[in-house]
Nanobody
Framework: QVQLVESGGGLVQAGGSLRLDCAAS????????VGWFRQAPGKEREFVAA????????DYADSVKGRFTISRDNAKNAVYLQMNSLKPEDTAVYYC???????????????????WGQGTQVTVSS
């Protein structure tokens, strides 16, 4: 049973930084691609960043490129999202996701990822 648990969300002022962590268990973590998505109130869940199983492909939404960095530590079964220069429009619930089939090189839709965490709230004040 695949389990993903996010942590690290919170309230931060615009221009600040946060790091989101995602702890994975129940599957062969190193064989799966990982991703971060977010959902703001009244909006659809949107892609933020993804990293292939080999870490050879990292993809980012245009809205976060240059500010956010996704990384993984296969020894710790962990995924991270370092978020810098945060803006009020980054406010959302952030979800960690995993999928075996995603190979990177394009910006995926949420439906392409099979496994999801419960989400963590990020609020950026102006």
């Amino acid at each position: 049973q695949v389990q993903l648990v996010e942590s690290g969300g919170g309230l931060v002022q615009a221009g600040g930084s946060l790091r989101l962590d995602c702890a994975a268990s129940g599957y062969s973590f190193s064989s799966y691609a990982v991703g971060w998505f977010r959902q703001a109130p009244g909006k659809e869940r949107e892609f933020v960043a993804a990293l292939s199983w080999s870490s050879s492909n990292a993809d980012y939404a245009d809205s976060v490129k240059g500010r956010f960095t996704i990384s993984r530590d296969n020894a710790k079964n962990a995924v991270y999202l370092q978020m810098n220069s945060l803006k009020p429009e980054d406010t959302a619930v952030y979800y960690c996701a995993a999928d075996y089939g995603y190979r990177g090189g394009y910006l995926p839709d949420a439906v392409e990822f099979a496994y999801w965490g419960q989400g963590t709230q990020v609020t950026v004040s102006s």
